[in-house]
């Protein structure tokens, strides 16, 4: 830039629209401030559409906010993880077929996050029947690896007595792993996975993910892994127990699940 570019720029009359902004991010800060940063850009547009009395876009407040470094402190853009290659995929074969003849014939298989005390995490895995629904196995753990999908598994086919049930699961890493799929043949299973962002395709273990938490979880607080552990611990049983189901002819699953044997 030349010297007398500089200079008339430096000289010159801001325009209305440059005024406008000034009044507007001044706004802006102090309102950022009096809210301890809650507001992200659509809410700040509402404030400053009431304060001004005009209809500014969302993307000039956005563009401001972002020009100062503005933003809300609550519902930050979560970080990207690089997704790892699977070491096995499987088709669908349960195909959306949620329905079964007799026990162990389909399983379905999932974990879920569970939270504990200030900033606590917990995992549940679980293996769920589509004969009855019943729960035939789960393992609650601190950290959502590889054992914990494995232990799972081990304990649910040390139950089986000459059945290879098709077991379903989305594509998370544990079950793309050659692991899992060492036990899946040793044990003469039939495995089966989601397809890519289809959760529904494994509809009835996010339901009960779904029953559980809303049922047991989300009605009290836990502070401990211990106190956790004994909610879920209780709420299966009683699931499996004690929970009549209308699909089940009013019984429970267990009592079903006794009525086929």
Known sequence: MSRS???????????????QNEAII???????????????????TLNMNRKFDRNFNHKRIYRLMKVFGIQSVIRKKKKTYKRSTPQHVAENVLNREFTAEKPNEKWVTDVTEFKYGSSKKAYLSA????YDGSIISYVLGHSNNNN??????????????????????DRGFQYTSHGFKRRIDKAEMTQSMSRVGRCIDN???????????????????YET????????EEYISFYNYNRYQKRLNGFSPMEYRAKAA
């Open 127 to 130: 293996i769920l029947d589509l």
């Open 26 to 44: 001044k706004e802006i800060k102090a309102l950022h401030a009096e809210v301890d940063g809650i507001y992200g850009y659509r809410r700040m």
């Open 225 to 232: 892994f211990e106190e956790l552990s004994k909610a879920i």
């Open 5 to 19: 570019a500089y200079y008339k720029w430096l000289n010159r009359t801001p325009s209305v629209r440059e005024l």
């Open 203 to 221: 509809g009835p273990m996010e339901s009960f993910w779904g029953t559980l938490k809303c049922e047991k979880y989300y009605l009290q607080k």
């Open 148 to 169: 914990l999908v494995f232990k799972t598994l081990d304990q649910a086919t040390e139950f089986l007595n000459g059945d290879h049930p098709l077991i379903h699961s």
